[in-house]
């Protein structure tokens, strides 16, 4: 074949891939034309995206069950883990005979952004439940740090105490 006719060849088919084309543009244009003017498109629509989101939540509800009834494999009791008292003073803002007010207030404070917690102690035969809130490592920095928080108006008063990590 000679470099001509290798040439029309190409453009030979080359005019008929165009021709194709704009023949399925035209078809699908008309088919496109004709859903969107039918009566039934909206409701088909309608009840396709109902099925797909139907499904969807079919699925998340299967994967959340089958995650939940999950066996979970017999894990070894872990041994406690003793923490390791860095910051030796907390401040404590208040105490409490019932366990529920100082859960109460710990929550209240977390609300405020503050790393409130309890610990329960026994004095004078009485079970009490003292709230405090953060641990330092001195006491002129947990001085400074309660009487800002008395300043702002978001603790009534406090004491300086040592800190004692929770068990």
């Given amino acids: 074949m000679t470099g001509k006719s290798l040439w029309s060849v190409l453009s030979s088919i080359a005019g008929m891939l165009v021709g194709a084309l704009r023949t ?6 008309n088919l496109t034309a004709r859903v ?3 009566p039934l498109t909206r409701p088909i629509l309608n009840w396709v995206a109902i099925a797909l989101l139907t499904a969807a939540v079919v699925v998340l509800i299967i994967n959340t069950v089958s995650y939940l009834v999950r066996p979970r494999p017999p894990g070894q009791a872990a041994a406690p883990v003793k923490k390791v008292v ?3 003073f907390t401040l404590q803002v208040a105490a409490y005979l019932k366990k529920k007010h100082a859960e109460k207030y710990v929550a209240h404070l977390k609300t405020l952004g503050l790393d409130a917690f309890w610990i329960e102690t026994t004095r004078r035969n009485k079970r ?3 709230v405090r809130v953060s641990h330092f490592p001195d006491k002129a920095a947990a001085r400074a ?3 800002s928080l008395k300043a702002q108006g978001l603790i009534d008063d406090f004491y300086v105490a040592n800190y004692e990590p929770n068990p």
């Fill in 128 to 130: 009490w439940y003292q």
């Fill in 24 to 29: 399925m543009h035209g078809l699908v244009w």
């Fill in 36 to 38: 969107q003017q039918s």
């Fill in 145 to 147: 740090y309660g009487q």
């Fill in 86 to 88: 860095t910051d030796r």
